[in-house]
């Protein structure tokens, strides 16, 4: 199993909502990412998660809120975004190893975000 | 200064043409490189790793440059199926932090 999975593939939500988006992965991966995604722009980093813990947060404003259950699972909760939040929001895990070993990121379908 | 710079594009080229794209990373600390491929309304998907040594796998060529922080990527006998986003990516190590460049788009046309 080499898949991240990701729910909902499609959201739209008002202002002033409070939703989640999850994540799962099975590879035995310690790393996951929150990838945020505008149209005909790459992927910006949001968050990484090292061994369930937070490692980087990328100056994102505090109306994103990921949580790590466990180690197969991540959260990112919305609430009070703006229309401008609207975007593909990617999870992405990898192996979480030393420095100077190549090992890859696998990347979920996104949900993509409409904020109203 | 972006961690990763490419240029965009785009780059249309005919069937059977050979293309390259490059990269540049500022950070000399990074530790892994890689292409990912971009469909149109897709998730990125990786395409190679990038070795020091240089690699192959098939019609692509992947080339690392320590030196001058530099990644390519050459693209023989460009099919239709190729046209898509190709996005460089560096891992600073420490962090595992995946950084996009801004992706360069190719359109293979008949």
């Known amino acids: 199993d080499t898949e991240v999975t990701q729910t909902p593939k499609h959201l739209v939500m008002g202002m002033t909502n409070k939703k989640s988006l999850k994540c799962e992965q099975h590879m035995g991966h310690r790393a996951m990412y929150w990838y945020k995604q505008k149209a005909k722009k790459p992927p910006e980093l949001m968050f990484v998660y090292s061994y369930e813990k937070l490692s980087i947060n990328e100056s994102v404003p505090s109306r994103f809120s990921p949580e790590c259950p466990n180690s197969s699972l991540l959260n990112l909760h919305l609430h009070a975004l703006q229309p401008e939040d609207s975007a593909l929001y990617l999870c992405?895990?990898?192996?979480?190893?030393?420095?100077?070993?190549?090992?890859?990121?696998?990347f979920g379908q996104g949900t993509r975000l409409t904020v109203v | 200064r972006k961690e990763v710079e490419q240029d965009p594009g785009p780059f249309n080229v005919p069937e059977g043409a050979t293309v390259a794209f490059n990269c540049t990373y500022s950070?000399?600390?990074?530790?892994?490189f890689f292409w990912y491929r971009q469909d149109c309304r897709k998730e990125p998907k990786l395409l190679m790793s990038v070795y020091s040594s240089g690699n192959e796998d098939g019609r692509f060529t992947a080339q690392l440059n320590r030196a001058s922080q530099y990644i390519s990527l050459l693209i023989r006998d460009s099919k239709l199926s190729d046209s898509a986003t190709y996005l460089c990516v560096v891992n600073k190590g420490t962090g595992n932090q995946f950084y996009f460049g801004t992706g360069t788009s190719l359109t293979v046309i008949p």
């Open positions: 992405a895990s990898s192996y979480r190893t030393d420095p100077g070993t190549n090992t890859e990121a696998f």
């Open positions: 950070n000399s600390a990074s530790q892994s």
